[in-house]
């Protein structure tokens, strides 16, 4: 998949929200990608465009989808959901409940997808439901099917929307927050279940996520995303280990460490700007202790800094002064690098 220029506006009544502004991104066969960023950055919305689960009030611009060469923009929501929806592309939502039919006993839900997609007998599409079932970690799956979804626990349920998402055999699977109304020992267990499973079956995954430890564990390519732009792009190691953005940076300061000296958790001043009223230039200046005058005038370009890791920002600019790392950030970091060390020798 790869989306190029993918502009968004939405109309409301207190005015226009230029809410997507020039994303480009790709999502290589058979790897992970994390959109990351805080709320409102534009994650979700970037990939309901995706899937064709944008609101009425949404207004695409510009820009493209290409899925194996067919930009999925040009197409209607009713080849969308017949063609694309399921069968190549699937999505799982943050809380499972708002993705199950309460009314729906767990099988008929799996089932349904199959019936109708790929014509198959209910016989068949019930050992199918089942094998996905087992697939996916539920004990006692024949029982399972019988039960709705009020009868299932948070990480049950989360279970079986990923197996609804595999039902049609889908090619890229699409993450929102699928482990955040989870505890942390079922998180974990959710997590290594998708790599199991993307291993197993060759499938391409995009996670939308706030939280960077889920992306160190999972992820092969990362995009930082703020304002509505992907401002720092790279491989996982590029990203957590030479970070170019100061938003990269606080994003990686604000993670919860068990080793810091600090008695409180840092996080990142001021808000994120409104984009009813687009900023002029860097969105992220305002945050930003380094902030340069030009950063108040023009957008910075994306720099290239490898052939894989490119950050929108002017202190990379020739003619910039040399900024460090914030210490206790360089401090991270080297902790960081000290456990993947370990933990490759182990």
């Known amino acids: 998949m790869s989306i190029k220029n993918l502009d968004i506006t939405f109309k409301t009544n207190a005015g226009n929200i230029h809410a997507i502004r020039g994303v480009n991104f790709d999502l290589p066969r058979g790897k992970t990608v994390a959109l990351v ?20 009030n949404c207004i695409i611009n510009s820009g493209n989808i290409f899925y194996n060469g067919v930009d999925l923009l040009t197409l209607s929501k009713k080849d ?44 068949d599409a019930e050992k199918k439901a089942l094998e996905l079932l087992n697939l996916v970690g539920i004990i006692d799956a024949e029982k399972r099917m019988k039960n709705y979804p009020h009868q299932l626990s948070g990480g049950m349920r989360q279970r079986v929307v990923i197996a609804i998402a595999l039902s049609c055999e ?24 998708i790599k199991d499973i993307q291993a197993q079956m060759g499938l391409s995954v995009i996670y939308i996520t706030h939280d960077l430890g889920v992306v160190a564990k999972v992820a092969d390519f990362v995009n930082v995303m703020y304002a509505g732009k992907i401002i720092e792009t790279g491989t996982v190691d590029e990203i ?28 990142i001043p001021g808000s994120p700007p409104n984009l009813l009223h687009e900023p002029t230039g860097d969105a992220f200046a305002a945050r930003n202790q380094f902030a340069m005058k030009i950063d108040e005038k023009a957008a910075p370009p994306m720099f290239q800094i490898t052939e894989t890791h490119f950050a929108a920002t002017w202190l990379l600019h020739p003619d910039a002064p040399k900024i460090e790392l914030p210490p206790e950030l360089k401090a991270r970091l080297e902790r960081s690098r000290k456990a993947a060390f370990l933990g490759d020798k182990a």
């Not at 006993?105 to 014509?119: P, Y």
């Open 170 to 193: 889908a090619k890229v699977l699409i993450c929102d927050e699928p482990t955040t109304a989870l505890d942390v020992t079922i998180q974990a267990k959710i997590l290594n279940l």
């Open 80 to 123: 969308l959901r017949q063609k694309i929806n399921g069968q190549q592309i699937a999505m799982v939502f943050q809380d499972p409940m708002t993705s199950l039919d309460p009314t729906m006993t767990i099988g008929a839900q799996i089932m349904e997808g199959m019936l109708l997609h790929q014509k198959i007998s209910k016989s």
């Open 37 to 56: 960023g805080e709320s409102g950055s534009g994650k979700s919305v970037t990939m309901k465009a995706v899937t064709g689960l944008l609101d009425s």
């Open 240 to 267: 957590f280990y030479d970070p170019r953005h100061p938003y990269t940076w606080g994003l990686l300061s604000a993670m919860p460490d068990l080793e810091t000296d600090d008695a409180r958790l840092y996080s």
